[in-house]
């Protein structure tokens, strides 16, 4: 079945690697990818410690149909503390390399430790080898990977690398793979680098039982004129190879060539991060963004505070500047650059906008919690294509996912065991940033968004619009409806509802 | 009558995979690449992209190499067959295709490739992207004769 697939633990430090299947129960609670990754991370990771120590857990998950006929090419879920935030991050990764992880036998990495010296992974049918990487050792994403594929004598190797910046633990530094897709920001190169993991590789031959053939191949065909041309996960399309942000727009003004912002991607950095703290966090407009990513990635000179990412730069340099009320947009900005998973953030213009047409907030708290349900289903299966959304309202279509997850695998999950395991999900997230929160808490951009119209992308007519006071009411409405209390923290009971009331003795 | 043939335009190929998991399920059961009678290949960096398969040559390496004669063209398609009655899994066939396109399945211990599904290749009707088309020779050089023309009209349509 398409269940049938492994969990790896890999410990770096006694480089011991064991195996175990993904037990049959998790599919219901978990179902895969964010889901079972964020189980994982809340497990294995050590309450506290810091995103860069060996403490930290890394997650790499495959979601359930990744692989399979709805969504061959689906993202990779990388699940971990993020030396950005301090928080939990999920960043997904465009391109092969779940799949064929599921090819190779395997669901979910878990790495934890740190090597001795730079490691490459190499997973292939089932089995894992660590193997020395020394000599690629400060090699960009590019070079690492071509160097990868020429010593394991495979050019079909899917290859996932970091670069200079993950290596020298840039806060913000990307994991890359070998067709220059990138997981943005959140740092997860740096976790990589931290455990001095230069680059996975993997490939795998084994088969993928599909419970429906006929069925499933009828099925994606029906669902072909529905879904937009846009909807298919592109590999790639543009020549630059880089496709993770739409960069040619915020760009066009500067001396930027697609070699130049190449070569950016190449150090394990977003071009576009590295514009924003080159701009907006060290002050001035920096026309030559190639020099400044170099900078970033190698540490050097003004690159080293930067490298230390939006607000903790800021909190070092001249945090009193930010506290003037002319900088307050400028400090929602690095907030919302660096939101932690479960954070709804991402939610806020929808949140605060009153229904056009009724004018009220009747509702929102029940369609905010289906997006956010619906972002964890779809990171669950893998698949952004056509298992879940609706073409016509842009919305998940639970049933549709269901009757692909049936089709796919044989397991019978009725819509409402999908959206109660996605809000699985959720909590695990919202508990595992509880679990390290110090100070602080969770949702502040909404606070902010509440004082600062420009940032919530919102016409000035639009934000007269809001009731600030059914505004807030709605969102107490919401985090009741959710299970959190009134300072956003998800509750016990809560946690033992939903059958993962054991990982509460955790917090310390 | 012309036979069609299957094409693929790498510009429009996002290397998705689609159709090689669509040849998987369709012919094993199964998802995997390696069971694929299509591959998608691609070099370094994934904007190269092309997914290759069975190009049914007219002068068949394949063909003329098999000592049991299974392997034949298929007159209504003008595709390149494989009689499995005859086939003894000696493997020649897939020592001849230039184009690798020709497959082993260690398992059963018989070659398979592309059979164009019977005249409706399932590659072609999954892809997303249309990347991959099923046509008449002729249907596929027109439009690029056309665009070249469009590309000479300029000169040639000055008044005199």
Same mark, same amino acid.
């Given at each position: 079945m398409a269940v049938n697939r492994k969990i790896a633990f890999i410990?770096?430090?006694?480089?011991?690697i064991e195996t175990t299947p993904v037990?049959?129960?998790w599919r219901?609670?978990?179902i895969g990818g964010r889901?079972v990754g964020?189980?994982l991370?809340?497990?294995?990771?050590?309450?506290?410690?810091?995103?860069?120590?060996?403490?930290?857990?890394m997650v790499i998950s495959a979601g359930l149909l990744a692989g399979t006929l709805s969504s061959p090419s689906a993202a990779t879920c990388l699940i971990?503390?993020?030396?950005?935030?301090?928080?939990?991050?999920?960043?997904l990764l465009p391109g092969p390399f779940a799949a064929e992880m599921r090819w190779a036998g395997f669901d979910h990495l878990v790495i /934890?430790?740190?090597?001795?010296?730079?490691v490459s992974l190499f997973i292939h049918n089932g089995s894992i080898k660590v193997i020395?990487a020394?000599? =690629?050792?400060?090699?960009?994403?590019?070079?690492t990977c071509a160097s990868v594929r020429k010593a394991l004598g495979d050019q079909d190797l899917k290859v996932l690398a970091?670069?200079?910046?993950?290596?020298?633990?840039?806060?913000?530094?990307?994991i890359t793979n070998h067709a220059?897709r990138?997981?943005?920001?959140?740092?997860?190169?740096?976790?990589l680098?931290?455990?001095?993991i230069k680059a996975l590789s993997c490939r795998g031959t084994l088969d993928v039982e599909i419970k429906?053939p006929?069925?499933v191949?009828?099925?994606?065909?029906?669902?072909?004129?529905?879904?937009?041309?846009?909807?298919?996960a592109?590999v790639n399309?543009?020549?630059?190879?880089?496709?993770?942000?739409?960069?040619?727009?915020?760009?066009?003004?500067?001396?930027?060539?697609?070699?130049?912002?190449?070569?950016?991607?190449?150090?394990?950095?977003?071009?576009?991060?590295?514009?924003?703290?080159?701009?907006?966090?060290?002050?001035?407009?920096?026309?030559?963004?190639?020099?400044?990513?170099?900078?970033?990635?190698?540490?050097?000179?003004?690159?080293?505070?930067?490298?230390?990412?939006?607000?903790?730069?800021?909190?070092?340099?001249?945090?009193?500047?930010?506290?003037?009320?002319?900088? $307050?947009?400028?400090?929602?900005? =690095?907030?919302?650059?660096?939101?932690?998973?479960?954070?709804?953030?991402?939610?806020?213009?929808?949140?605060?906008?009153?229904?056009?047409?009724?004018?009220?907030?009747?509702?929102?708290?029940?369609?905010?919690?289906?997006?956010?349900?619906?972002?964890?289903?779809?990171?669950c299966l893998g698949d952004?294509t056509?298992?879940?959304?609706?073409?016509?309202?842009?919305?998940?279509?639970?049933?549709?996912?269901?009757?692909?997850?049936? $089709?796919n695998t044989g397991?019978?999950?009725?819509?409402?065991?999908?959206?109660?395991?996605?809000?699985?999900?959720?909590?695990?997230?919202?508990?595992?940033?509880?679990?390290?929160?110090?100070?602080?808490?969770?949702?502040?951009?909404?606070?902010?968004?509440?004082?600062?119209?420009?940032?919530?992308?919102?016409?000035?007519?639009?934000?007269?619009?809001?009731?600030?006071?059914?505004?807030?009411?709605?969102?107490?409405?919401?985090?009741?409806?959710?299970?959190?209390?009134?300072?956003?923290?998800?509750?016990?009971?809560?946690?033992?509802?939903?059958?993962?009331?054991?990982?509460?003795? /955790?917090?310390? | 009558?012309?036979?069609?043939?299957?094409?693929?335009?790498?510009?429009?190929?996002t290397g998705c995979r689609l159709c090689e998991v669509a040849c998987s399920v369709k012919y094993a059961r199964v998802s995997n690449p390696a069971r694929s009678r299509i591959r998608v290949m691609n070099w370094g960096?994934a904007?190269?992209l092309?997914p290759v398969s069975?190009?049914?040559?007219?002068? %068949?390496?394949?063909?003329?190499?098999?000592?049991?004669?299974?392997?034949?063209?298929? %007159?209504?398609?003008?595709?390149?067959?494989?009689? &499995?009655?005859?086939?003894?899994?000696?493997?020649?066939?897939? &020592?001849?295709?230039?184009?690798g396109?020709?497959q082993f399945d260690g398992e059963r211990?018989?070659?398979f490739?592309?059979?164009?599904?019977?005249?409706?290749?399932?590659c072609?009707?999954?892809?997303?992207?249309?990347?991959?088309?099923?046509?008449?020779?002729?249907?596929?050089? &027109?439009?690029?004769?056309?665009?070249?023309?469009?590309?000479?009209?300029?000169?040639?349509?000055?008044?005199?």
């Amino acid at each position: 079945m398409a269940v049938n697939r492994k969990i790896a633990f890999i410990d770096l430090d006694t480089r011991h690697i064991e195996t175990t299947p993904v037990p049959d129960d998790w599919r219901q609670k978990f179902i895969g990818g964010r889901g079972v990754g964020t189980y994982l991370a809340c497990k294995h990771s050590q309450p506290g410690c810091d995103a860069l120590a060996p403490g930290n857990t890394m997650v790499i998950s495959a979601g359930l149909l990744a692989g399979t006929l709805s969504s061959p090419s689906a993202a990779t879920c990388l699940i971990t503390k993020s030396p950005l935030t301090g928080f939990l991050e999920c960043a997904l990764l465009p391109g092969p390399f779940a799949a064929e992880m599921r090819w190779a036998g395997f669901d979910h990495l878990v790495i /934890t430790g740190c090597a001795e010296q730079p490691v490459s992974l190499f997973i292939h049918n089932g089995s894992i080898k660590v193997i020395a990487a020394g000599n =690629l050792k400060g090699y960009g994403v590019a070079r690492t990977c071509a160097s990868v594929r020429k010593a394991l004598g495979d050019q079909d190797l899917k290859v996932l690398a970091i670069g200079p910046a993950g290596e020298n633990l840039v806060r913000f530094a990307t994991i890359t793979n070998h067709a220059g897709r990138a997981t943005g920001r959140t740092g997860m190169g740096a976790v990589l680098g931290s455990k001095r993991i230069k680059a996975l590789s993997c490939r795998g031959t084994l088969d993928v039982e599909i419970k429906f053939p006929e069925q499933v191949i009828a099925h994606r065909l029906s669902g072909k004129s529905v879904i937009p041309e846009t909807q298919p996960a592109r590999v790639n399309r543009d020549n630059s190879a880089i496709a993770f942000r739409d960069l040619s727009a915020s760009m066009a003004d500067r001396e930027t060539t697609p070699e130049s912002i190449h070569r950016m991607a190449d150090y394990g950095l977003d071009p576009q991060a590295v514009m924003f703290m080159a701009d907006r966090v060290a002050g001035g407009r920096a026309d030559d963004l190639l020099a400044a990513a170099e900078q970033i990635a190698l540490r050097e000179g003004p690159g080293d505070t930067l490298a230390e990412g939006a607000v903790r730069h800021s909190v070092n340099t001249d945090l009193e500047n930010f506290k003037h009320p002319d900088s $307050l947009p400028d400090l929602i900005s =690095l907030y919302r650059e660096e939101l932690p998973a479960g954070d709804v953030g991402p939610g806020v213009p929808f949140f605060a906008a009153p229904d056009r047409r009724v004018r009220s907030y009747r509702g929102k708290p029940g369609t905010v919690a289906h997006r956010e349900l619906s972002d964890r289903l779809l990171d669950c299966l893998g698949d952004r294509t056509c298992a879940g959304i609706c073409p016509v309202t842009g919305r998940l279509d639970m049933a549709r996912a269901a009757e692909m997850i049936r $089709l796919n695998t044989g397991l019978e999950l009725k819509s409402g065991e999908l959206q109660k395991s996605a809000y699985r999900c959720y909590a695990l997230e919202r508990f595992y940033n509880l679990r390290e929160e110090k100070s602080g808490r969770l949702d502040g951009s909404l606070e902010f968004c509440l004082d600062v119209p420009g940032e919530i992308k919102m016409s000035r007519e639009a934000w007269d619009r809001i009731d600030l006071k059914a505004f807030r009411r709605t969102v107490a409405q919401y985090y009741r409806q959710n299970g959190w209390d009134r300072k956003t923290i998800v509750k016990k009971k809560v946690l033992e509802r939903l059958g993962v009331g054991e990982l509460w003795k /955790t917090i310390k | 009558m012309n036979p069609k043939v299957l094409v693929a335009d790498p510009k429009k190929c996002t290397g998705c995979r689609l159709c090689e998991v669509a040849c998987s399920v369709k012919y094993a059961r199964v998802s995997n690449p390696a069971r694929s009678r299509i591959r998608v290949m691609n070099w370094g960096n994934a904007d190269r992209l092309l997914p290759v398969s069975c190009q049914h040559c007219e002068d %068949a390496p394949c063909l003329k190499a098999c000592p049991q004669e299974a392997i034949s063209r298929d %007159a209504g398609l003008g595709s390149v067959v494989i009689d &499995y009655a005859r086939c003894v899994g000696c493997r020649t066939c897939f &020592y001849a295709c230039p184009f690798g396109a020709m497959q082993f399945d260690g398992e059963r211990g018989r070659p398979f490739k592309c059979n164009l599904c019977d005249g409706e290749p399932l590659c072609v009707e999954i892809c997303a992207d249309n990347a991959l088309a099923f046509k008449d020779p002729a249907a596929i050089q &027109y439009p690029r004769a056309r665009e070249m023309a469009r590309t000479l009209k300029r000169p040639f349509n000055r008044k005199i």
